[in-house]
């Protein structure tokens, strides 16, 4: 039952210093490929397999 606690414990800590740098920064948690609410925006560095194939979609249909 200790481990519970002192696991439980250590996870509340994690979250709530995650919220507070969410809330201090200001910038939403979300997905690096497609975690937006805009199917545009990626802030990753090179793209995913997934985001390369919507935008591979996406061309076939804009042309």
């Known amino acids: 039952m200790t481990y519970f606690l002192v696991t439980f414990a250590v996870m509340l800590i994690v979250i709530a210093i995650m919220a507070v740098g969410v809330i201090f920064g200001r910038r939403a948690i ?3 490929c497609g975690g937006g609410m805009s199917k545009a925006e ?19 249909q804009g042309s």
Do not use: P
């Open 30 to 32: 979300k997905g690096s």
């Open 42 to 60: 990626c802030v990753c560095v090179e793209k995913c397999d997934k985001r390369k194939k919507m935008d591979a979609e996406a061309n076939l």
